[in-house]
Every structure is written in structure tokens, then in C-alpha cells.
């Protein structure tokens, strides 16, 4: 089932992805790539937004680790699709027991949901929102544990990050209806978390890509009469590359197959996501230096299609958190059980979930 | 990419009847006695007595058969016991190589006989082993030894030096690496010999490392005769064996924890006023850590099923070198304390950082390991 899954989206994604590369605008600063419209009906169609639910909600029942893949073939590929963003939202409406989402959606925190004489009121502002321009349904958890679902009545602020992605300012102050807020399933912290997962998992898939491409180049590419693959150097170098691929996929599999204790085990959730997180942003840090240099000059151009790996793995290490947001969360908790909690801690707690 | 995955690790490694049974072992057999300093030696820590209760526990040669004194554990039961042991600083360097990694080698090589006379006394603690793979002029680059063992009348006549040899003055057996014939193919024509470290013309020679500790040694042999029977598995199937024991030494929890009693000892000291910079300092260590482990569980796992993790498991020891490496780094710039007199983290910290070189050499240099990976991509 999940080979079949994996099989069916690389081979959907390697259809538009050239699609996507060619809307790039000419320059970084001119904005987002335009909504990949037909990608998006074609995600939709094989019901790839409901990966992470159950037959009962609609979903496949898929393990989280049989899922997951599918975000890291949209990295991989370089899809500009809030994929990731409209599973998690899905997700959370079917636990909520809410409708699920219409098109592409988006999970927001930071507004406030106060109730006026007729039901509720919703306030705020949300910067760097994926896709918040192409997004239908907007699931809004508050700092209390509530959940609200809308499809309309927010205005939009356009921006975009590093891999012209859309990147939006979404301002809410609406009135809503009682029964569209109910209380939600998980704490805003604990979704941030499943953010967190879904980025490592994305920068997985672009990193696992990156390395390929380097070891494809390497071999391509001949100076000095040989291939460059066959200078040591260059060996040293795409294995250190690899080391740092292996051990984000493995962080980001290792917090993946924790999205099922969500429920029953949010503290310990988080401190997995965040050493995934952290893990994978430090290694895409890494990992983008040495395919720079590996490609040379050739790699630094627009026209060739190593930026959308590079600069994807530039801005999701900074997206759910970045390494400091992480390490400083998971480094709190050692240091608030001291030397004696410290081993029961890594080896029982949250070793322990698998 | 296949090489580069690690399938999640086994259900049910929490074992924590297991755990439990392991740290009140500790608590009773090493006490508050044995300090931080002395846990900060991690598998270097020598404590014949203590291997001996570990012994008698059931704890070591876990894996083997019971018909060769073992206990019929699964690798996994094993592995939870051996990151325990670690985690504390426990003294396993007594039993650590026998146990590893010459336990294994004679299960799977050795003759009936090696068998039934070693591998019991291996499982009660009471026989240690050293590995006589290095020589002094061969280092990364160990199919160039010259170590020869002549075919003579009942046996073989062995010539040679080993060098860098851990604790071969308190093993009773090495296993020798040698030239058994001469052949065209390198990696031809060697052999793996069991060596009872009390034949005449055996000399050990100590070699002070750079803290000026005893570990290593010289082992010289001239004119050692050992009898037909000390050939381990088949003759000139060396190279083949050598690279199976190095899995085993590559692929442990050994491999991620050497710096551990420092990243206690720091963890301790900050809890009392944990600044920002503390927090993310140690949270980004700990980070590492978490992944390390989950990615050498499961390699243990792949060696569980009877996979073949070679790969995987070069990869675990040269990320976790780096990072065993970075621990006592980072440390120092977290807490001012290093050159205090009586200062325990001062300690720590010094025998950390002058076992830390040793982390990405022993067992592989990072070079060799990433010139391993390197083939593993298609790139040799």
C-alpha cells in the first residue's frame, strides 16, 4: 500500500515539477511562483490531503510513517503546494470533529477566539502563512484550546520566502457562528511541533534529492581529465553530505512515528520534533554548502535547477521553529531534571515510545 | 539510497524491567565510590572484579548459546544492558573487546573446540581479549601488516608486531590479523589466529598515551609457536573475518555515548541557573543524541534481523565521533571551572577532552569510514 502511494505521487510530482520550475519568476525579490493550480486539483484527486487520517474520517489508514513520504516527495521535487500545511489541517478538523477542509488550508495560531453575544469573535494577525493567498479553509487554534474552521473573511498581505514561496500576512477580525469553534484536539504548542515534523520530513526529502544530484553531478563533471568523484576530496566531502542526510531522515522518521502519541503523549512528542527539527535544520545548513561547492559555478546560476533544493533548504530550517527554538526547548526540560533525571529521561521517556 | 535508511528500530527496547535491574546492579555494585572522574574513562575504565559480577549476573556473552555458558538474550536485550553500563560510566573495559566483538568471532568462526573452551569463560567474565589488528606501519591501511605466521611441523611459527594494542597487559587472548601465505590479491593470503597471550616469545611492551595512562601496548612476537588448532575459521579467509569483527566494533552504543558522563556532569552544573545560551547549548547536544541513538538502535535491529548494516553502522560512528568530540567543546565555553583545583567538572572535562582524539581514530579513522561511505555512493 505504501509503495503504491509512494510510486503514484513521484510519478505525479515528476510530471508537474518542471511545470513549477518554468513559472519561477525571473528573480528572487519579484515574489511568489504563481498557484500551480492543476498540481493542486491532481493532489487533490488521489486524496493526498487526507493521508494523515483514518478510514473513518476519510482517510486511507495509513501508518504516519507510510504518509509521510508523500511530503518529502513535494520537497524532493520542489512543488510550491501546501501539502504538508492541508494535511495537518485535515487532520485536526476530523479530530475536532469539524468538516474537513475545502481545498488547500492552513493551521494559524496566535489569534484570539473571544465569544460575543452571538457566538464568536476572531482577532489578530499571522505573518508568513504557506499559501495563505490559494488557501480555502483557514483552521485557527487559540492559545486555550480552541479550534475554529472558516473559509472566508481574512484579507491578505502577499510575501514569500527564499524559495518563492508564498509566504502570506493573513489578517482575521470576523464574527463566526457557535458551532464553528469547537474545542481542539491538541495545544498550539503541540501542533507547532507536528510542524516542526512535517518540515523535517520535507527537508529530508530535499536533502536525500540534493544528494543525489551531487553524487549524479560528481560524476558527470570532469576536470583535470577525470570526473570530480574521483578526487578524494570531492568523496570526503559527499560523505559528510550523506552522513548528514541519513541522520535528518532518521531524526524526521524517528519524530514521524511519534505523530500517532500526539494525543496520549504531548510533552514527549514535542521533544522528539524538536530534536528532529533541530536535527534537520542544522544538516540542511550544512548540506547546502557542500552542494554549492560541489556544483561549482554551474549550480550558482538561476537556470540551473539545484536553487529550488538549496534555497527550500535555506527557508524551511527557519520555518516551525529554527535549530535555537528547538534546542532551547529541549534543553530546558534536561536542565529542569538535572544530572539524576537525565539519562531516565533520554532512555525512558522519550525512548520509550516507540 | 537504500543504504541510507534506518528502518525505525525494534518495538519494545524501553525493556524498563530490564533497565531497572541494570541501575540497581550499579547503584549496589559501584556505589557513590566510584566518582564522575573515574565514570568519565566510560569503556576505558578497567575493573576486573566488576566484569566478574557483571559475569555472574548473566550479562555478558548475552547473545551466546547456552550450550557455550551464554544466556540464548536477543542482541537487543544485549544492546539495552550495554547502553546502561555506558550511560553510567561503568568500568567494562575488562570484558568490553571479548564480549563485542572475539565472542562473536569465535561463534561464528571458531572450531568446536575454541568454542567450548573459550566462550564459557568469556560469559563468566573471567577471560579478556585484545585485538591484534594495528602494527606499526600499518594503521587505516591494514591489509599492508606484515605480521606472518609460517605453516611449520603441528602448526605456525608467528613473526611480528602489533601496536596500539588496548589492555593487552590484562588479556589473556588476542586475536591475531597476519599473513598466513603469500598472495597477489592483498587482502589475500591472511588469516586470524587465537593467540594465548602467555606463549613464550610474547613481550608487552606499555605505550603511555596523551594523558600519560597505560591502555596501550606493543605486543611483540618472535618465534611464537602456536598449534594448528589456534587458526580461526578457514586459512586465508582473514580479510574476510577482520571485516565482520569491525562491524561489530563499529555499530554499538559505544559509539555515541564515550562523552556522556561529561554531558551529565554538564547538565547538573547548569540545572542550577540554566541560562538561554545554556539551554540551547545543551538542547542542541541532546538533540544530537536522541538521533544518534534512535540510528544505532536501529542498526541493532538490522544486525537482529541478520542484515547487513555495514553501511549504516560506518555512518553512526563517524556522526557520533563528531559529536563525543564536540561535547567536551562545548562544555568548557558553558562552565568556567576548568582549571579549579578539586574541581570535579574540571576533571571530567580533562579526561574527556584527552580521550576525545581517540574517538575518530580507534575502530576506523574518520577518513577510512568516509572513504567507506564514499564507495557506498557509487563514488569509488
Excluded at chain 1, 261 to 270: D, E, R
Excluded at chain 1, 334 to 342: H, R, S
Excluded at chain 2, 179 to 200: K, Y
Excluded at chain 2, 316 to 325: N, R, S, T, Y
Aim: hydrophobic share 45%.
Amino acid at each position: 500500500m505504501s509503495e503504491m502511494i509512494f510510486d503514484t505521487a513521484n510519478r505525479l510530482f515528476a510530471d508537474h515539477a518542471k511545470a513549477a520550475f518554468a513559472a519561477l519568476p525571473q528573480r528572487q525579490v519579484d515574489g511568489a511562483v504563481a498557484w500551480q493550480s492543476e498540481l493542486w486539483e491532481a493532489i487533490e484527486e488521489f486524496g493526498f490531503p487526507l493521508a494523515l487520517l483514518s478510514e473513518e474520517e476519510g482517510g486511507f489508514g495509513l501508518e504516519s510513517l507510510e504518509a509521510l513520504p508523500i511530503i518529502r516527495l513535494v520537497g524532493a521535487h520542489a512543488l510550491p503546494v501546501p501539502l504538508a500545511e492541508t494535511m495537518l489541517a485535515n487532520y485536526l478538523l476530523a479530530a475536532a470533529g469539524l468538516s474537513l477542509a475545502r481545498g488547500p488550508a492552513v493551521v494559524v495560531t496566535g489569534v484570539e477566539i473571544v465569544s460575543e453575544s452571538t457566538g464568536w469573535r476572531l482577532q489578530g494577525k499571522v505573518r508568513e502563512v504557506a499559501w495563505g493567498r490559494a488557501a480555502q479553509t483557514v483552521v485557527v487554534l487559540d492559545d486555550v484550546g480552541r479550534i475554529a474552521r472558516i473559509e472566508q473573511g481574512w484579507s491578505i498581505e502577499e510575501g514569500h520566502n527564499l524559495a518563492a514561496e508564498a509566504r502570506d500576512t493573513l489578517h482575521f477580525d470576523i464574527s463566526l457562528a457557535a458551532e464553528m469553534v469547537a474545542t481542539s484536539p491538541v495545544r498550539c504548542e503541540v501542533f507547532e511541533a507536528m510542524g516542526a515534523v512535517m518540515r523535517a520530513q520535507g527537508l529530508a526529502g530535499v536533502l536525500e534529492e540534493t544528494l543525489k544530484r551531487c553524487i549524479d553531478y560528481s560524476g558527470e563533471r570532469v576536470q583535470f581529465g577525470r570526473p570530480i568523484c574521483a578526487f578524494q576530496v570531492i568523496q570526503q566531502n559527499l560523505a559528510e553530505l550523506a552522513g548528514q542526510v541519513a541522520a535528518a531522515r532518521a531524526g524526521a522518521d524517528m519524530a514521524g512515528a511519534a505523530l500517532s502519541l500526539v494525543k496520549t503523549q504531548p510533552q514527549n512528542f514535542i521533544l522528539l520534533a524538536a530534536a528532529a527539527k533541530m536535527r534537520a535544520g542544522e544538516a540542511a545548513g550544512k548540506a547546502a554548502w557542500v552542494a554549492h561547492q560541489v556544483h561549482g559555478a554551474i549550480g550558482y546560476t538561476r537556470e540551473f535547477q539545484l536553487h529550488p533544493l538549496t534555497t527550500r533548504l535555506w527557508a524551511w530550517r527557519d520555518e516551525f521553529g529554527n535549530e535555537n527554538y528547538w534546542a532551547e526547548i529541549l534543553g530546558e526540560t534536561c536542565l529542569a531534571g538535572g544530572a539524576e533525571d537525565f539519562w531516565p529521561l533520554l532512555a525512558d521517556r522519550v525512548g520509550g515510545m516507540q | 539510497m537504500n543504504m541510507l535508511s534506518f528502518p525505525p528500530p525494534p518495538a519494545g527496547m524501553a525493556m524498563p524491567e530490564l533497565r531497572t535491574e541494570v541501575r540497581d546492579f550499579l547503584r549496589e555494585q559501584l556505589g557513590d565510590d566510584y566518582g564522575p572522574e573515574q565514570r568519565a574513562q566510560s569503556w576505558m575504565g578497567f575493573d576486573a572484579e566488576f566484569s566478574y559480577q557483571l559475569g555472574k549476573k548473566g550479562w555478558l556473552g548475552m547473545t551466546l548459546p547456552k550450550e557455550y555458558g551464554g544466556h540464548s538474550r536477543s542482541a537487543l536485550e544485549r544492546y539495552v544492558v550495554m547502553e546502561e553500563l555506558l550511560a553510567a560510566g561503568a568500568p567494562v573495559a575488562a570484558h568490553w573487546i571479548a564480549d563485542r566483538q572475539s565472542a562473536p568471532l569465535l561463534l561464528h568462526y571458531g572450531s568446536e573446540e575454541q568454542r567450548q573452551t573459550i566462550l564459557p569463560r568469556i560469559a563468566a567474565g573471567k577471560c579478556f581479549f585484545c585485538i591484534g589488528m594495528s602494527e606499526p606501519d600499518s594503521g587505516s591501511d591494514l591489509a599492508s601488516i606484515r605480521t606472518r605466521a609460517l605453516r611449520v611441523d603441528g602448526g605456525f611459527r608467528v613473526n611480528g608486531t602489533k601496536l596500539w594494542t588496548t589492555y593487552a597487559h590484562h588479556a589473556h587472548y588476542m586475536i591475531l590479523f597476519c599473513r598466513t601465505d603469500n598472495s597477489d590479491d592483498r587482502h589475500g593470503g591472511t588469516s586470524q589466529l587465537l593467540v594465548d597471550l602467555t606463549t613464550p616469545g610474547i613481550s608487552i611492551n606499555p605505550i603511555g598515551d596523551i594523558a600519560g595512562e597505560h591502555h596501550f601496548n606493543e605486543v611483540v612476537l618472535e618465534d611464537v609457536f602456536l598449534p594448528e588448532s589456534a587458526l580461526v575459521g578457514e586459512l586465508g579467509q582473514g580479510w574476510k573475518q577482520v571485516t565482520g569483527e569491525l562491524a561489530f566494533e563499529r555499530s554499538g552504543p559505544d559509539r555515541f555515548l564515550s562523552s556522556f558522563t561529561l554531558l551529565t556532569q554538564l547538565v547538573g552544573i547548569l540545572s542550577q541557573a540554566p541560562s538561554r545560551e545554556a539551554k540551547r547549548a545543551v538542547g542542541r547536544l541532546v538533540g544530537h543524541v536522541m538521533v544518534l541513538r534512535h540510528m544505532s538502535q536501529s542498526v541493532a535491529g538490522m544486525l537482529d534481523r541478520s542484515e547487513n548494516p555495514m553501511l549504516q553502522a560506518t555512518i553512526v560512528k563517524d556522526l557520533g565521533a563528531l559529536v563525543e568530540q564536540e561535547i567536551p567543546d562545548i562544555a568548557r565555553t558553558l562552565v568556567v571551572d576548568t582549571g579549579s583545583p578539586n574541581s570535579t567538572f574540571a576533571a571530567v572535562l580533562a579526561r574527556t577532552l584527552l580521550a576525545a582524539p581517540s574517538f575518530s581514530l580507534r575502530g576506523g579513522t574518520r577518513e577510512i569510514l568516509r572513504s567507506i561511505i564514499a564507495r557506498g555512493l557509487g563514488l569509488r
